[in-house]
């Protein structure tokens, strides 16, 4: 069997076939199940308000902008690692874009639906694009709504036709060997004539590269305005220039943790272990160890800056984090972030596909307890103490956040019973210049 072939058994013919299991379909009811969830907390939230989280005066973020915060994050990366890795020619790249990329696309649709509903009255959303109205509505352009609002969206969009644009091949690969009339009409539209022509390729690349070039700043700078909504604050551990660098290698972070999970479940449940070798798992350890490194690094940074800039507040700042009311979950924190991730320095541990997940889980914790403390250690031990308040989530915070991980995972498994979750095109090249190179 050639390289080409082989790879189209591994990935076409089952998507054709709808070969999938009863794992599957239990997976995707649970997952719809969560979704119910997430739908009855977002009707309860339109009825009742806010004041149904566990928001207070001072706490008035609570989980809503920490959850947003994570999954764009994570929704940052996927976009980052398929552009990063194709400019610097990384042929492992191939076996994992795809499904990075539409992790990005679905993380990033999800994180903008927090910032919505904490707006109190999500129905005036568009009140933050400057539209043309009568009244003369135009967006609070200091506002870090607006900032995010655009910040999402710009993203959203060109990772849409990033990702678009490396799918046409495959979706003419499907057409092609689609027997179904209903497939065949389908995938035919979606792969918008594509005839694999040599000025097609030369196109597509070119376009391909030129966005990918694009998308590194792209990707820097949404993660710095994120960053940028808590920094251009007043308030202790908040006001800092680490926080833009800070943000864009957490989501880095955050996000190569999330694509080792995506890729082990695949790997099991696609039987794509041809494709997704223990190399590649090994690539992003790596990745995850520099990651803690320099996270560890930031974190003694932010200790020490606040110990000799000699400002009381935010030395008495670090006090709390390490010993204040939610100083057991920031030893953990530190835990899953810095510490776990060392395992990696052993090439037995970096081959593991389950250590790796296992670590990868222990991060993507770590990194969403970080996002939470950011904000509530904050808020909750401002500059007046007559302001102190603890953060406590009601049943309706958790339910929202398990309803936002049950969507990314209905998600996730309708792509992958409908699009390749490989790049098949990409993956039978490499494979054809080496064995050419043999």
């Known amino acids: 069997m050639t390289p080409g072939a082989e790879v189209l058994a591994s990935v076409a013919d089952p998507l054709l076939q709808q070969r999938f299991g009863s794992t599957w379909w239990r997976a995707t009811g649970a997952a719809a199940a969560l979704v119910l969830v997430m739908l009855a907390s977002v009707a309860w939230l339109l009825l009742q308000g806010i004041g149904i989280w566990g928001v207070n005066t001072s706490v008035v973020w609570g989980f809503a902008i920490a959850n947003y915060v994570w999954w764009i994050g994570i929704g940052n990366a996927g976009t980052l690692i398929s552009s990063l890795l194709l400019l610097t020619r990384q042929g492992w790249r191939a076996s994992i874009n795809r499904f990075a990329e539409a992790m990005t696309l679905f993380a990033a649709a999800i994180a903008g639906l927090f910032p919505v509903l904490h707006l109190g009255r999500p129905w005036l959303f568009y009140w933050l694009a400057p539209y043309p109205n009568s009244m003369q509505l135009w967006p609070q352009w200091r506002s870090a709504l607006v900032w995010d609002f655009w910040a999402i969206l710009g993203y959203l969009m060109f990772s849409l036709m990033f990702w678009y644009i490396g799918l046409l091949p495959d979706l003419a690969t499907l057409r092609d060997r689609a027997r179904n009339r209903w497939a065949q009409l389908a995938y035919g539209a979606l792969a918008?004539?594509?005839?694999?022509?040599?000025?097609?390729?030369?196109?597509?690349?070119?376009?391909?590269?030129?966005?990918?070039?694009?998308?590194?700043?792209?990707?820097?700078?949404?993660?710095?305005?994120?960053?940028?909504?808590?920094?251009?604050?007043?308030?202790?551990?908040?006001?800092?220039?680490?926080?833009?660098?800070?943000?864009?290698?957490?989501?880095?972070?955050?996000?190569?943790?999330?694509?080792?999970?995506?890729?082990?479940?695949?790997?099991?449940?696609?039987?794509?272990?041809?494709?997704?070798?223990?190399?590649?798992?090994?690539?992003?350890?790596?990745?995850?160890?520099?990651?803690?490194?320099?996270?560890?690094?930031?974190?003694?940074?932010?200790?020490?800056?606040?110990?000799?800039?000699?400002?009381?507040?935010?030395?008495?700042?670090?006090?709390?984090?390490?010993?204040?009311?939610?100083?057991?979950?920031?030893?953990?924190?530190?835990?899953?972030?810095?510490?776990?991730?060392?395992?990696?320095?052993?090439?037995?541990?970096?081959?593991?596909?389950?250590?790796?997940?296992?670590?990868?889980?222990?991060?993507?914790?770590?990194?969403?307890?970080?996002?939470?403390?950011?904000?509530?250690?904050?808020?909750?031990?401002?500059?007046?103490?007559?302001?102190?308040?603890?953060?406590?989530?009601?049943?309706?915070?958790?339910?929202?956040?398990?309803?936002?991980?049950?969507?990314?995972?209905?998600?996730?498994?309708?792509?992958?019973?409908?699009?390749?979750?490989?790049?098949?095109?990409?993956?039978?090249?490499?494979?054809?210049?080496?064995?050419?190179?043999?």
Request: charged residues 10%.
């Open 192 to 438: 918008l004539g594509w005839n694999g022509s040599a000025r097609g390729w030369l196109l597509l690349e070119s376009v391909y590269k030129a966005m990918a070039a694009l998308a590194v700043p792209l990707v820097f700078s949404v993660h710095s305005v994120v960053g940028m909504d808590f920094a251009a604050s007043l308030m202790p551990g908040w006001q800092s220039t680490l926080f833009p660098p800070y943000f864009v290698v957490g989501a880095m972070f955050s996000g190569f943790a999330m694509v080792a999970v995506l890729a082990a479940l695949l790997r099991w449940g696609l039987a794509l272990q041809a494709l997704i070798t223990p190399a590649h798992f090994d690539a992003i350890a790596k990745f995850l160890l520099f990651g803690s490194i320099v996270l560890g690094l930031s974190y003694a940074t932010e200790w020490f800056m606040a110990w000799y800039g000699g400002e009381p507040a935010e030395r008495d700042m670090v006090r709390y984090m390490f010993g204040g009311d939610y100083g057991a979950l920031y030893w953990l924190m530190l835990a899953c972030n810095v510490v776990a991730p060392q395992l990696f320095w052993w090439r037995a541990a970096r081959r593991s596909l389950v250590v790796v997940c296992v670590v990868a889980v222990l991060i993507n914790l770590g990194m969403w307890l970080e996002r939470i403390l950011i904000v509530w250690n904050t808020l909750s031990h401002g500059f007046l103490p007559g302001t102190w308040r603890v953060f406590t989530p009601t049943l309706w915070d958790w339910l929202l956040l398990a309803g936002s991980l049950g969507l990314f995972a209905l998600l996730y498994l309708l792509f992958c019973r409908l699009l390749p979750v490989v790049s098949m095109h990409e993956v039978a090249r490499q494979r054809h210049e080496q064995a050419a190179g043999a």
